[in-house]
């Protein structure tokens, strides 16, 4: 075979090599499309109207059946929110209560979710929802001081929780075997407020699952302004003498105790002593 026949073959050869990668990125790249539109996208009718759930798996479908149900005090007090009010919802996870709260278009709305797999479905729902003109999410943590740190998993699935910043400790003050450590930035409220001058939370909800009394005391400068309303804080009242610190820490600010809420779904089981403790300032 002559050079130029040669060049020629190889040539064909090679180009189709090139055509056939592209026809299989594109046949992937169509079926990754088609899986994401067989993945539900369940709707959820509140009083004040629908909010949509991307929900790719068991955990994030659970969550968004249980929106109305699960912590039915924390929708309550969303309820109490005033047009133009400023809500931070801390540890938002997918971010049933941002959106819940997002349905009155005249909230200001940070979300704050460190977890990579939860900050996708969050920014997902805000997307599907169109909030994204009221609702801010960030892929942060906070705690009593600011700095690069770790934010340890106890596993990743989407939806999950029971993770924690900075230390492995779980909800009830246990250390826990991290199954994945996520590289994290991570800030005092007082700093983050002083840093970057977001707009200031009238309500924070703080739903972190170990690490409340450092976020609390990482926002001493921030509790007693008259600007701030409410605070809700998920704690285990079966840890006494931490749980009354991070309370006295709270009224030693101005906030005064409200109320001690769960859902009656955990008044047994594991959970039965959590409870989310609601403040306002008198």
Known sequence: MAIGQKTFVFSVQLLRKVVSVFDKRLVESASAELAEEMIPIITKATKFGAIKFFCPGKMPLGRARSLLSKEPETIEWINTFTDNDTFWDIGANVGLYSLYAGLNPSLTIL???????????????IEINKMDDRISAYCLAFNDISGLNTFYMQNTELGGALNSFAESVDCQGKHFTASFKQAMVGFSID?????????????????????????INGAKNTLPDERLKSLLVELDSGREQYTNSVIKVIENAGLKFHAKKHSPRFDTGPYASIYNYIFVRS
């Open 111 to 125: 979300s704050f979710e460190p977890s990579p797999a939860n900050y996708y479905l969050l920014s997902r729902n």
């Open 191 to 215: 700093d983050f407020i002083k840093q970057f001058n977001p707009p200031f939370p009238n309500h924070i909800k703080i739903d972190v699952d170990g690490i409340e009394d450092k976020i």
